[in-house]
């Protein structure tokens, strides 16, 4: 796909009404032959939307207008490809925790996670954030996490975690602050709910940081989980990684997690982790952020649809 194509895509089935800044961006940067010109230059994993438009904000730029966001981006490009070459997008949703809780609550306690992908590791703390599912709330504090639940009941209780760790190629510190001004900066403009919960998880996390080590999902997690407490039930969990992973390393993963003891929590789209003989997915649009689209599996049984940040999930019957 070109790269005009991938923007006119990513404004029709991601940004469209979602976003309006970044479908109007999208589209607009589908057609500026300046500026395709200059996403050109990098690498084709560097030139996606997100990580562009989360750059240019990071930076101060403007996202609202097309034109001044032309503007900003030619005359500051220097600055946009050297971020656009070192930074990745590692948009870490603590909401996705509230479509883990269910299984997570169902295992035998008490927990440990390891995280496979785990960016600043903020699903990390599903024990500490508060849930509202309908008109029912567990637990208590900030952030409360809102989840639309179909078909299963809501967990009565939190899990009891008492050993978390992630891995990540590039772990984010939520102590530092320019680590937590990437992560705001890859939340989309219109979405001030989702900052506050960024800014609410990451303050339960930087309380009591989590063991983030750098490394690879398949070639590191069994040393990592090696370190896990005897007595603990090891739950190896991965939400939205794997398709950032090319398909032979996603097989190695799967292969490694087979070989450890424990739970394997998957929570990712089925085009990268698929199953036979799903259920059709509950209306709308399919991959607009809106969707259910991905597929919540425990020992790679799948259970229910899931929304991207975990604002709804459908248990299968
Ligand atoms: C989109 S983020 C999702 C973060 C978190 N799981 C969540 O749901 O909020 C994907 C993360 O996976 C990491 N990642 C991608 N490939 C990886 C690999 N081969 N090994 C370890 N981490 C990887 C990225 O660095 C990034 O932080």
């Given amino acids: 796909m070109t790269t005009a194509a991938s923007y006119a895509e990513f404004a029709a089935r991601e940004a469209h009404g979602v976003s309006p800044a970044y479908e109007r961006l999208a589209l607009a940067v589908a057609r500026d032959r300046e500026m395709l010109a200059l996403l050109g230059t990098l690498p084709p994993a560097k030139r996606q939307p997100n990580l562009l438009f989360a750059v240019v904000r990071l930076l101060g730029g403007p996202v609202e207008d097309p034109a001044a966001f032309h503007d900003y981006v030619v005359e500051h490009w220097p600055a946009v490809e050297a971020e656009m070459r070192t930074r990745a997008t590692q948009t870490n949703e603590a909401g996705r925790c509230a479509v883990l809780l269910p299984v997570l609550a169902a295992l035998p306690q008490p927990l440990a996670l390891l995280e496979a992908g785990a960016s600043a590791g903020l699903c990390l703390y599903p024990d500490r954030y508060a849930y509202r599912y309908g008109d029912r709330l567990v637990g208590s504090g900030e952030p409360v996490l809102d989840c639309a639940v179909t078909g299963v009941a809501p967990p009565a209780r939190l899990p009891?975690?008492?050993?978390?760790?992630?891995?990540?190629?590039?772990?984010?510190?939520?102590?530092?602050?320019?680590?937590?001004?990437?992560?705001?900066?890859?939340?989309?403009?219109?979405?001030?709910?989702?900052?506050?919960?960024?800014?609410?998880?990451?303050?339960?996390?930087?309380?009591?940081?989590?063991?983030?080590?750098?490394?690879?999902?398949?070639?590191?997690?069994?040393?990592?989980?090696?370190?896990?407490?005897?007595?603990?039930?090891?739950?190896?969990?991965?939400?939205?990684?794997?398709?950032?992973?090319?398909?032979?390393?996603?097989?190695?993963?799967?292969?490694?997690?087979?070989?450890?003891?424990?739970?394997?929590?998957?929570?990712?789209?089925?085009?990268?982790?698929?199953?036979?003989?799903?259920?059709e997915p509950p209306g709308v649009a399919l991959r607009s952020v809106l969707a259910l689209r991905s597929v919540l599996a425990l020992d790679g049984r799948p259970l229910a649809w899931t929304m991207p940040h975990g604002q709804a999930m459908t248990w299968f019957a």
Avoid: K
Wanted: proline fraction near 12%; glycine fraction near 4%; include cysteine.
């Fill in 160 to 279: 009891d975690v008492v050993w978390r760790a992630g891995l990540d190629l590039n772990p984010l510190d939520v102590t530092d602050p320019a680590d937590v001004a990437w992560l705001d900066a890859l939340v989309w403009p219109e979405h001030e709910r989702r900052r506050a919960r960024l800014r609410a998880a990451a303050a339960v996390a930087a309380a009591e940081p989590p063991l983030l080590v750098r490394g690879d999902l398949a070639d590191d997690l069994p040393e990592l989980a090696a370190q896990a407490p005897a007595g603990a039930t090891l739950v190896v969990f991965h939400t939205s990684v794997l398709y950032q992973v090319p398909a032979p390393r996603r097989e190695a993963f799967a292969e490694v997690v087979r070989g450890l003891p424990g739970h394997c929590i998957a929570n990712e789209t089925p085009d990268v982790l698929p199953y036979p003989d799903l259920p």
